[in-house]
């Protein structure tokens, strides 16, 4: 059984939608960087390279 | 974050996420973009596009949350004046500290993941940007000299660098070139304004030029830089970002520039009125032409390269 909606809830249902997106949006930018970056020609695992950079 | 079923009186003007939004000054940020992006596109190293994306949308979070801290600070001033008087803060939409807190975590979050992203050097120009806008500009000279301008035009500058600096890893004649660029172009396209505009600066107690040394001094002000901007303007031709094409483009505008920036020094107020500071504002509108003109071009030369058009 849900509770009843309280009334702050509706007030920030817009900014916190705004909030939500924006999070949603850096984790796709985050995750799409991540497969860049492995993807480059130069790209070394810590294994390949014995722990340096 | 206020919250409004403890403190009653917030609800009336309660943020929404819009105002959020507008604590970084997205207009700022449009020509922010475009000129780092210039730098980036211009630079002899290719970028991989997912990063260039990434790394100039750090630079305008970045220039985001240093004008989030400016709103912070300066809420005190754009209270008094009109054109900033509905800004979040003054307007009650937005706390002092909500926006101090978003000001700082993005700073903070723009410069690590430009520099996991690109590199410590663009990362460490974005975060002098941020720390020269704010703290050198905003708290310090703002209110302090009628020079302000100068200052605050620097931060706005450093764009193209940084945009450079994710490329190459470094600075440059060329990056330094285009940081000028912008830098000599703020002043006279600022004073241009200030000389139609009627502004409250005063009100709010910063020292403007118009109001410090008289309107005078501020159309010698205005062909000074415009002299100096010429020079930057036309070097720029002979680097490696430039070529026929910008060199054509920098010659035309400079001159029609300088031929402005002469018809205001000759006239007075009276001649000014007379005419409903016509030069004034053609000068001003030029300008704006003038800034994307020039960054569009050296946007040009890099887009023809490839075909073995651009450059010298």
Redesign the interface.
């Known amino acids: 059984m849900f509770r009843e909606e309280h009334e702050l809830h509706k007030r920030r249902w817009g900014r916190n939608l705004g909030l939500g997106i924006v999070l949603a949006i850096f984790v796709a930018l985050v995750f799409g960087l991540t497969v860049v970056k492995v993807s480059l020609e130069d790209f070394r695992t810590p294994a390949e390279t014995g722990g340096e950079q | 974050m206020t919250?409004?079923?403890i403190n009653p009186q917030a609800?009336e003007g309660?943020?929404?996420?819009g105002d959020?939004v507008a604590l970084l000054k997205p207009r700022v940020m449009s020509l922010v973009v475009f000129t780092a992006a210039v730098g980036l596109l211009a630079a002899p190293v290719p970028v991989?596009p997912?990063?260039a994306f990434?790394a100039v949308?750090c630079i305008a979070i970045g220039g985001g949350a240093s004008g989030a801290l400016n709103m912070w600070y300066d809420a005190d001033i754009d209270a008094v004046m009109k054109r900033t008087a509905k800004r979040p803060i003054p307007a009650g939409k937005v706390t002092p500290g909500d926006a101090l807190a978003i000001g700082l975590t993005l700073s903070g979050f723009s410069c690590v993941m430009l520099g996991?992203?690109a590199n410590w050097v663009a990362a460490g120009l974005l975060a002098f940007t941020i720390f020269f806008y704010v703290v050198i500009y905003t708290m310090w000279l703002k209110r302090w000299t009628p020079q302000n301008i100068v200052i605050g035009g620097a931060a706005g500058a450093f764009p193209p660098m940084i945009g450079w600096a994710v490329a190459t890893g470094g600075v440059s004649v060329e990056s330094v070139l285009m940081f000028l660029l912008t830098f000599m172009w703020t002043p006279p396209h600022f004073w241009a304004l200030a000389l139609f505009v009627k502004s409250d600066y005063d009100k709010a107690g910063v020292p403007m030029l118009t109001v410090t040394h008289g309107r005078r001094s501020a159309r010698r002000h205005i062909l000074g830089y415009t002299i100096l901007l010429a020079a930057v303007a036309v070097g720029i031709g002979f680097t490696s970002v430039g070529g026929p094409v910008y060199l054509a483009v920098a010659v035309v505008l400079n001159a029609l520039f300088l031929k402005g920036a002469v018809d205001i020094l000759r006239r007075d107020e009276a001649a000014s009125e007379a005419d409903g500071y016509k030069s004034e504002k053609s000068f001003f509108k030029l300008s704006l032409l003038y800034l994307f003109l020039h960054f569009g071009a050296i946007l040009a030369e890099a887009a023809l390269r490839p075909w073995g058009l651009g450059g010298w």
């Open positions: 919250d409004a079923s609800s309660e943020a929404r996420f959020f991989h997912f990063i990434f949308l996991l992203a």
